[in-house]
């Protein structure tokens, strides 16, 4: 997916309503208050040598420093939100809002911004060090954010 592309997915689903229950429709989970889409993921990594993963990450990382630019351009600077106290959380029984209580599971950090009501933030998560990375997104009410 091209940055032009990725943006125009950010906007549909900043645009969308929110569906009443949690659901899945291919790269989009969406939930009461949420919706989270993978804008790309890698091949997993089951046997890959550490230069293979080191190769994809710096790559992810890349896209996501020039998506971050993008929509800074568009709302300026983003607020950066550390997932370790929601994953924390979580370890410990206790109950986190969604969207963040998906994305603590594998995304350490998300760069975000409130636009009109709604939270999006984007960030690269991988779940375990033999699964895939993702660039993903997440929409919000605007109170699930940082």
Do not use: K, N
Request: charged letters at 25%; glycine letters at 10%.
């Amino acid at each position: 997916m091209t940055l032009d592309e990725q943006l125009t997915t950010i906007d549909a689903l900043r645009l969308r309503a929110f569906p009443a229950q949690r659901t899945r429709s291919g790269l989009v989970e969406s939930g009461p208050g949420f919706h989270i889409a993978d804008l790309r993921v890698s091949a997993d990594f089951w046997d890959a040598d550490l230069a293979e993963v080191a190769e994809a990450e710096e790559e992810f990382e890349a896209e996501l420093t020039a998506l971050v630019q993008a929509l800074s351009l568009r709302w300026g600077e983003p607020e950066t939100l550390d997932l370790t106290p929601h994953l924390e959380r979580t370890a410990s029984g206790l109950p986190v809002p969604p969207p963040l209580d998906t994305l603590c599971g594998y995304v350490p950090l998300m760069h975000g911004w409130r636009v009109r009501g709604r939270w999006i933030g984007v960030g690269v998560g991988q779940g375990d060090r033999e699964l895939p990375f993702q660039l993903l997104v997440a929409v919000g009410e605007a109170a699930c954010g940082p």
